[in-house]
């Protein structure tokens, strides 16, 4: 992107709103706020920003409403910055359209990796060429898509149709956290609910693909939420 990144940050909350502020700030993003739910929906509109930050205890609507309200229309990235820890609620907001989900209190390195990945994601996404994109790779991991290859290091994965299909998916959005449910209903199709048979591809792939499965280093597991595959390797290799 030529422009300033702009972000809108959504939060009632003036101490986090500045916090907020001064770590974008010093990123060069541009930063607009929007300390209630009608503020953010109209602010959004008026300035389309690049990517929202989403409190959702706001004082005049619940964030979750202004989420599906976003989503109606609002295309590009929503990260949803909260104090509600249970799973349950992060999956919500996962399949009402956001994009991440990152608890309170965050650490600014995080915040700021997660509004790098998922700007990077939506502008793959947006791009024709991500359509042609022949390959993913990460660390050993290569995925080629044409050949619908999957190989780690020199030795080729046989995965089964569906293994693949899984991987394939998450490669595309490699970064993002997808819940069980959205992964079902692209696999299996709308009507099912057996996350067990998820689990035990799940297991099947990581013994296929991971150096360790119990210790898994490309598709990482977001407890009770869903499973996301990394987009680049952690720096340091521990
Ligand atoms: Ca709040």
Redesign the pocket.
């Known amino acids: 992107m030529n422009h300033p990144v702009t972000v809108l940050v959504v939060?009632?909350?003036g101490a986090i709103s500045n916090l907020l502020g001064a770590i974008l700030d010093a990123q060069t993003y541009r930063v607009l706020f929007a300390s209630t739910g009608a503020e953010a929906l109209s602010m959004a509109a008026s300035h389309t920003p690049d990517i929202i930050l989403l409190?959702l205890?706001?004082p005049d609507m619940d964030g979750m409403d202004v989420l599906i309200q976003l989503r109606k229309w609002f295309e590009s990235p929503i990260l949803v910055v909260s104090a509600r820890q249970k799973e349950q609620e992060k999956v919500a907001a996962l399949d009402a359209g956001a994009n991440d989900y990152i608890t309170k209190p965050f650490g600014n390195r995080e915040l700021l990796a997660r509004i790098r990945t998922a700007l990077r994601q939506y502008e793959r996404t947006c791009s024709s060429r991500y359509q042609k994109e022949q390959e993913f790779s990460v660390g050993d991991l290569r995925i080629n898509f044409a050949k619908r290859e999957v190989r780690v290091g020199d030795r080729q994965v046989h995965l089964t149709p569906i293994e693949y299909r899984i991987v394939v998916l998450l490669a595309r959005n490699a970064g993002m956290v997808l819940t069980h449910e959205h992964i079902l209903k692209e696999i299996w199709g709308p009507f099912s609910s057996d996350s067990q048979l998820l689990r035990v591809n799940m297991a099947n792939i990581r013994r296929k693909i991971e150096p360790n499965p119990a210790d898994p280093r490309y598709i990482l597991t977001e407890v009770g939420v869903g499973y996301r595959m990394v987009d680049s390797e952690p720096a340091g290799g521990n």
């Open positions: 939060e009632d909350e409190d205890g706001l």
